[in-house]
Each structure stands twice: as C-alpha cells, then as structure tokens.
T-cell receptor
Framework: SAVISQKPSRDICQRGTSLTIQCQVD?????MFWYRQQPGQSLTLIAT?????????ESGFVIDKFPISRPNLTFSTLTVSNMSPEDSSIYLC????????????FGQGTRLTVV | SQQGEEDPQALSIQEGENATMNCSYK?????LQWYRQNSGRGLVHLIL?????REKHSGRLRVTLDTSKKSSSLLITASRAADTASYFC???????????FGTGTRLTVIP
C-alpha cells in the first residue's frame, strides 16, 4: 500500500493567480498521476509525472496551464496557473493502478474554488 | 473517450436494502476495479476483479464481470448509512499506465 499526503486540502483563490498542490508519497514510485474532478463529475487524467523526465499530458491539458514537477521518486507538484472560475475542481494525485499492487492510492484531494 | 458509463447516476435506498450499481466500458481490459469516494475526498479502493474472473466477493461486496458485454456490477448487501458515498468503476486498458474512471453512482442510504 501507499500513503499519500496531499496539500492544501482546500483553497479559495482569486482569478488570475496560481496555486501549487503538493503530493508526498511514503514510498518510492515510478509514476504519479494527477486527476481533475469537476463538480459532480468523474475523474479526468491531467498528466502522468515521471521522475527525471517531462510529464505526459492528456488531450486538452497543456504544460503552460498545469506545470508539473517531479524532483524525486516520492514527491510531485501540480500548479494550476492563471486560474479562472472554470478551474474550480477537486485535484487528486494518485499512484499505482498498474503492476503490483494493481490498485491505485489517492491523496485526499485539493478542493479549489476560484472567485 | 475510454471513460466508462455507470448507472444509475444516483441511487437512494433504505438501510438494510441491497444496492446494485452497473458499469460499462469500451476497451479490452486487464482488470476492473471499484472505488469509493466520500464527499469529494480521495478515492479508496474497494475491490479488483481480473479479466479472467467472473465474480468476486469481499465482505458485503459482490462484483461481477462480463467481458463479452464489457460490463460489471457492484452489489452492496445489507447497506448501512455509512455506505453513503459515490462509487466509481475504473479500468486499465492493456498497455495503458493509468486507470480510466466511470461516471460514478451517487449512493444515499437512508437510516
């Protein structure tokens, strides 16, 4: 299993500003995943963060808007840049889901409200 | 999109009743998993069923998988108020690294 500490748990931000979300894992993992969950919706993968290389972004998400850092095998950050009210969502980091163990583990999520 | 569809979108039952949620997906999979989410928090893994399995049990949970129909169901027996949450199915396609999540079922168990 893996324990993920994600912070902040929630924030209210002004439009045009940026917020950086941090995830710390209690073990070394190759891949970390960042998801967005818009109000009442399912999870959508933003990007996959690998240590030592550029993150891989899914269609509809770009590095300028969601820059990701992965400085080591236990830590990653996601920045939501130049925020607008449409960015109001829950952001979740995750590890696992492939290999052994097959189940994924999630941080507690960051509930972002942009005003 | 590889996202699965779940139904119903919302389900409200009395405590003690059984709750059944269904999930359909689109691609070939290695396994299908069910997760629970309380009040917009992080997801918690409930159960995993491999593509060569048809049924699996864990406590009050029963999962079935029909790969020919690309569908799965989650049954929660003898529901409790504490089961109130959103439930998501998730699949990992062959060769993919990440999970794709279904649209979710919001379950409310009334005491």
């Amino acid at each position: 299993s893996a324990v993920i500490s994600q912070k902040p748990s929630r924030d209210i931000c002004q439009r045009g500003t940026s917020l950086t979300i941090q995830c710390q894992v209690d073990s070394q993992v190759t891949m970390m995943f960042w998801y967005r969950q818009q109000p009442g919706q399912s999870l959508t993968l933003i990007a996959t963060a690998n240590q030592g290389s550029e993150a891989t972004y899914e269609s509809g998400f770009v590095i300028d808007k969601f820059p990701i850092s992965r400085p080591n095998l236990t830590f990653s950050t996601l920045t939501v840049s130049n925020m607008s009210p449409e960015d109001s969502s829950i952001y979740l980091c995750s590890v696992g889901g492939q290999g052994v163990p097959m189940e994924a583990f999630f941080g507690q999520g960051t509930r972002l409200t942009v005003v | 999109s590889q996202q699965g569809e779940e139904d119903p979108q919302a389900l409200s039952i009395q405590e003690g009743e059984n709750a059944t949620m269904n999930c359909s997906y689109k691609t070939s999979i290695n396994n299908l998993q069910w997760y629970r989410q309380n009040s917009g928090r992080g997801l918690v893994h409930l159960i995993l069923i491999r593509s060569n399995e048809r049924e699996k049990h864990s406590g009050r949970l029963r999962v079935t998988l029909d790969t020919s129909k690309k569908s799965s169901s989650l049954l929660i027996t003898a529901s409790r108020a504490a089961d109130t949450a959103s439930y998501f199915c998730a699949t990992r396609s062959t060769g993919a690294n990440n999970l794709f999540f279904g649209t979710g079922t919001r379950l409310t168990v009334i005491p």
